[in-house]
């Protein structure tokens, strides 16, 4: 055994490397795509549900329940709520709703949605610096 110093981190270290690795995912969904912001915002938020903010340290944890929270701030009062549709193949139930975070993301201004996505990519920068 060598006499090298070791840093013993006050939290776990793999639940902030799973972090890290969706917040990378994430950002690299809000960077490259062919469409506007928001349609990027959902494909990022979609690698964030993955994140277990609990076993995050306390600034990140804030930041990515906020995040979430931001998203899907409005609620779609017609979840749970489906259409009867006659098709030639007899009736299919399909849902009337379209889900919390699109029906927030709709009427959202692009100026509230570019806030997400700057927190979303600073987020990710404490993260990294975290494991360094």
């Known amino acids: 055994m060598s006499d090298e110093e070791y840093i013993v981190l006050d939290f776990p270290c793999e639940?902030?490397?799973?972090?890290?690795?969706?917040?990378?995912?994430?950002?690299?969904?809000?960077?490259?795509?062919?469409?506007?912001?928001?349609?990027?915002?959902?494909?990022?938020?979609?690698?964030?549900?993955?994140?277990?903010?609990?076993?995050l340290p306390e600034p990140l944890a804030e930041d990515i329940k906020w995040i979430k929270d931001q998203l899907t701030s409005r609620k779609d009062p017609?979840?749970?709520?489906?259409?009867?549709?006659?098709?030639?193949?007899?009736t299919k139930r399909l849902p009337l709703w379209v889900g919390h975070l699109q029906y927030t993301l709709g009427p959202m201004r692009?100026?509230?949605?570019?806030?997400?996505?700057?927190?979303?990519?600073?987020?990710?920068?404490?993260a990294v610096d975290l494991l360094e």
């Not at 950002?27 to 469409?35: D, M, N, R, S, T």
Request: proline share 6%.
């Open 15 to 55: 639940p902030l490397r799973d972090a890290e690795v969706l917040l990378s995912s994430a950002v690299y969904k809000l960077a490259v795509g062919p469409e506007k912001l928001k349609p990027r915002l959902i494909r990022a938020y979609l690698e964030l549900t993955h994140i277990d903010e609990d076993a």
């Open 110 to 126: 692009y100026a509230r949605a570019q806030r997400i996505a700057e927190r979303i990519c600073s987020v990710h920068a404490r």
């Open 78 to 90: 017609n979840v749970g709520r489906y259409a009867a549709i006659e098709t030639p193949e007899g």
